[in-house]
């Protein structure tokens, strides 16, 4: 069963509303899930939203960005995304946004679909803030991506939405530090104020040597890298009975030689590593929220042998699932 709202509808499900001048919470909880929500707006016109939600069922949910000139930087700690975007120029009409990664997007003044998958929690941090917060820093803009600069010097530039790759090691200390805020009040919007500028900057590097390393490589055309954010996206659709190299090659109109260059140089994994750490990603939610057995979930993650799945998930997580959900899930 496919559930579908409006924005309009979506906020008035909510039943739990907290509101002053700097910061505010929104919860709703229905029949088919929750969503709580959680902003904090922050000097330079930066805004900081913790948002997670679960549904039982698949829900859609129309919404339309203004034609305010913001972009927005999104890090998926768990869960994901897809989003359809009808008739928007030189912007896939239809992504996918996954846990462990990184986005950044310049959207105003559009119609968006976003879907919520079921039995899927999603937590997501996001930043909302304006080109003009880095023209308010001393200095030139060359070690700025292009786009970035182009935004600056004009705020109407084209729409764009820009995957950045996986959340890095340093990332994920900023993230973590942000939801373990340990201040109030005026401490609180400090710490929470040098946290976002420290992620910002961390993302906005990690852009620049992304486009380092495509500069470095003439290998691939622009079309050939649609293709392959095209197989990713695949495979998160197919996580489960994810098609074999040769297949993915074929359905996305590369060879398989390109397929496995691209991924490494693009997304700095291999197909292989990219959906067991997808696979895991997910394990990781169902264990906590679900009272799925671990054979269940290995299962429904797509491992036959339990075995196998209680080793890679020890290794990448450093504890067997038992150990994971009695200690994460008490």
């Known amino acids: 069963m496919t559930i579908r709202l409006t924005e309009t509808n979506f906020n008035e499900l909510c039943d739990d509303v907290q509101l002053n001048h700097y910061q505010g919470k929104v919860k709703f909880s229905t029949s088919f899930g929750q969503v709580s929500s ?60 996954v846990a462990g990664y990184n986005y950044l997007f310049y959207l105003p003044d559009i119609r968006e679909f976003e879907h919520f998958t079921a039995k899927q929690r999603k937590q997501c941090i996001s930043i909302y803030w304006y080109p003009d917060l880095l023209s308010s820093f001393q200095g030139c803009f060359q070690e700025l991506p292009t786009l970035l600069v182009q ?34 009040e005026t401490l609180r919007q400090m710490y929470l104020e040098a946290k976002v500028l420290e992620l910002l900057t961390l993302q906005i590097a990690q852009w620049g040597e992304n486009n380092l390393l495509l500069e470095r490589s003439l290998f691939f055309r622009p079309d050939e890298i649609e293709r392959l954010h095209h197989a990713k996206a695949i495979l998160n659709q197919k996580l489960q009975h994810p098609p074999s190299l040769l297949n993915l090659a074929r359905q996305i109109g590369l060879n398989d030689f390109k397929l496995k260059r691209g991924f490494r140089e693009i997304f700095g994994t291999t197909v292989c590593g990219y959906v067991q750490s997808l696979r895991l990603e997910q394990a990781q939610q169902l264990l906590l929220g679900t009272n799925l057995t671990i054979a269940e979930i290995a299962s429904q993650v797509g491992y036959e042998s339990t075995s196998h799945f209680g080793y890679l998930f020890k290794r990448q997580f450093g504890m067997t699932p038992r150990d994971y959900r009695h200690h994460k899930g008490s």
């Open 38 to 97: 959680h902003w904090t707006m922050l000097r330079h016109r930066l805004e900081l939203v913790i948002q997670e939600s679960d549904f039982s069922e698949t829900v859609i949910v129309e919404g339309k960005h203004d034609d305010s000139p913001f972009l927005t930087s999104k890090f998926y700690l768990s869960g994901g995304m897809r989003t359809t975007t009808p008739n928007v120029p030189r912007v896939s009409d239809d992504y996918e946004e």
């Open 151 to 184: 935004l600056i010097e004009n705020p109407t530039k084209e729409r764009f939405h820009q995957p950045l790759g996986a959340i890095t090691p340093a990332m994920r200390l900023v993230l973590k530090q942000i939801l373990q805020c340990p201040f109030r």
